[in-house]
């Protein structure tokens, strides 16, 4: 499974960003994908995630801010990011969730968001 994601860049704060992670390969009972992200010296922090189902989690620094959605028939998922703060600034990994009773995790290559004050 390859995760390709696009999108990434600079951006003023208070605008907006749009990402994007399409899965391909060979894939099967696909859970969830999602976006993840990190600044140096820190843990990955969960940004959110969306199930084949549909269900939505957010971290709670980003909700009401940012929308994650997703085209099944593409298997991708898209993030929209509006009102960016300097905050958001981070690498960016898309994250898919695979496997039915045993799963496995797939992790993208990281896109850059960089918000400027």
């Known amino acids: 499974v390859q995760l390709q994601a696009s999108g990434g860049g600079l951006v003023q704060a208070g605008g907006s960003l749009r990402l994007s992670c399409a899965a391909s390969g060979t894939i099967s009972d696909l859970r969830s994908m999602g976006w993840y992200r990190q600044v140096p010296g820190k843990q990955h922090e969960l940004v959110a995630t969306i199930t084949t189902g549909g269900e939505t989690i957010y971290g709670d620094s980003v909700k009401g801010r940012f929308t994650i959605s997703r085209d099944s028939a593409k298997n991708t998922v898209y993030l929209q990011m509006n009102n960016l703060k300097p905050e958001d600034t981070a690498v960016y990994y898309c994250?898919?969730?695979?496997?039915?009773?045993?799963?496995?995790?797939?992790w993208g290559q990281g896109t850059q968001v960089t918000v400027s004050s």
């Open positions: 994250h898919a969730e695979i496997g039915r009773l045993v799963t496995s995790n797939f």
